[in-house]
């Protein structure tokens, strides 16, 4: 069964530093999207991405965020200048909307980033 | 603003037994989908139940199952004959045509042997 990958699967970097996050979506599916989920909090939604560009975001997708699909596989979130709150599990996720503008969305396994 | 209430922060049930775990949301549309996700120590976010809000019919997925209430906004996820497996945060998620996918803050639940 096809399924979400996220690499790498554990990120430590200081703080300040640039990190890319990366994704690979279900192969058929047209909606991408990133979530955050600081240690024992709720899961945020930070930035949905349709047709190469992007449809949504949250309060929480500042400028330090980005997001990008170098190819046609691949979905990335950069943080240009990371802060210790970033620290987080970043979830992936991909959903395939060919009915409409609701379907199902299937997580990745998470990245966790941790800024020292 | 859509809201997702999980008011039971922890629960505990014996292998075997029958469990329910209560969820409420605050929403206007009439069109939405709700979701039961399952994060195990893993921290992996996985699917278990989904249900569109337009169908009467209580969703179900094997051991799963939910009760919607849609006049009542409650969507509670119903875990039959539990098993060691299923030990994890369950978390509630609405969404709709307008609303990315918002979470509740979860339950923790421990299937005891």
């Known amino acids: 069964e096809p399924e979400v990958t996220q690499t790498p699967s554990h990120q430590v970097t200081q703080m300040g530093q640039e990190v890319i996050l990366r994704c690979v979506p279900i192969s058929n599916h047209l909606y991408f999207y990133w979530y955050r989920q600081i240690l024992g909090q709720k899961v945020e939604f930070l930035v949905s991405?349709?047709?190469?560009?992007?449809?949504?975001k949250s309060e929480i997708f500042d400028d330090q965020f980005s997001v990008e699909r170098p190819d046609g596989s691949n979905f990335t979130l950069k943080i240009r200048s990371t802060k210790l709150e970033d620290s987080a599990m970043y979830f992936c996720?991909?959903?395939?909307?060919?009915?409409?503008?609701?379907?199902?969305?299937?997580f990745g396994p998470g990245t966790r980033l941790t800024v020292l | 603003a859509q809201t997702v209430t999980q008011s039971q922060p922890e629960m505990s049930v014996q292998e075997a037994e029958t469990v329910t775990l209560s969820c409420t949301y605050d929403t206007s549309e009439n069109n939405y989908y709700l979701f039961w996700y399952k994060q195990p120590p893993s921290r992996q976010m996985i699917l278990v139940i989904r249900q569109e809000a337009y169908k009467q019919q209580n969703a179900t997925e094997n051991r799963f199952s939910v009760n919607f209430q849609k006049a009542a906004k409650s969507f509670s996820l119903k875990i039959s004959d539990s098993q060691l497996g299923d030990t994890a945060m369950y978390f509630c998620a609405f969404m709709d045509r307008n609303t990315p996918l918002v979470f509740g803050k979860g339950t923790r639940l421990s299937v005891i042997a």
């Open positions: 996720a991909s959903a395939r909307l060919s009915g409409g503008p609701l379907d199902t969305q299937y």
């Open positions: 991405f349709y047709n190469n560009e992007i449809s949504e």
